[in-house]
């Protein structure tokens, strides 16, 4: 008796998901090139820091203004305005830290893209969420796969909306600035 997969509708997200993971290879950049794996590292580090600061700050400004006036007891208006504030202030911070981590490195991406490209990562992290749950795939796998969304959507974003004629002209910025 042949053995096909163990549930129905999982086998196709997962060789997806498995192809996208093995066709990524290691690009190296030319030399000067601000779009440089440490710039993508940098950024993802800096974006990923930005998720949890913001969501944190988000989220307890959240509960905080929603609960505000709340009678005792009512603990749904605090958790939806941690929810919604969570949400916010961490695709916020994301969208900071990915654009402040280029720019420093000399990057030039728009503020446009990396926005842009943060909707899109939200979206396919929310689809990615959806088509996991109904396949019933395990739970950290799902949200994982999310993350990855939700954090490259911002980079890509970034570097499609970068100017490359920008990018060879070497820029100097002042350690210290003195105008009065």
């Known amino acids: ?10 086998a196709l997200p ?11 290879a290691r690009v190296h950049a030319a030399a000067g090139d601000p779009f440089d794996d440490g710039t993508m590292g ?16 988000g989220g307890l400004a959240g509960a905080l203004i929603a609960g505000y006036g709340a009678k005792k007891g ?17 695709e916020t ?11 420093s490195k ?6 446009w893209g990396t926005s842009g490209g943060a909707l899109a990562g939200v979206a396919f992290g929310g689809l990615s969420i959806y088509v996991g749950m109904r396949a019933k795939l395990p739970a950290p796998a799902t949200f994982a796969i999310a993350a990855v969304f939700v954090l490259a ?5 970034y570097h499609l909306s970068a100017d490359e004629r920008q990018a060879a002209v070497p820029r100097t910025v002042p350690l210290i600035s003195l105008s009065f």
């Not at 940098?42 to 700050?57: C, E, N, T, W, Y």
């Open 106 to 111: 000399d990057g030039t991406g728009r503020w």
């Open 153 to 157: 959507g911002p980079i890509v974003g």
């Open 74 to 90: 009512d603990w749904g208006r605090p958790l939806v305005g941690a929810l919604v504030g969570a949400f916010v202030g961490g």
């Open 14 to 24: 997962l060789a997806v998901t498995v192809a996208l993971l093995a066709s990524t």
């Open 42 to 57: 940098a950024q993802l580090g800096a974006g990923a820091g930005g998720l949890l600061v913001g969501g944190g700050v």
């Open 93 to 103: 911070g994301v969208i900071l830290g990915v654009q402040l981590a280029g720019d």
């Open 1 to 10: 008796m042949p053995r096909g997969p163990a549930r129905p509708g999982v």
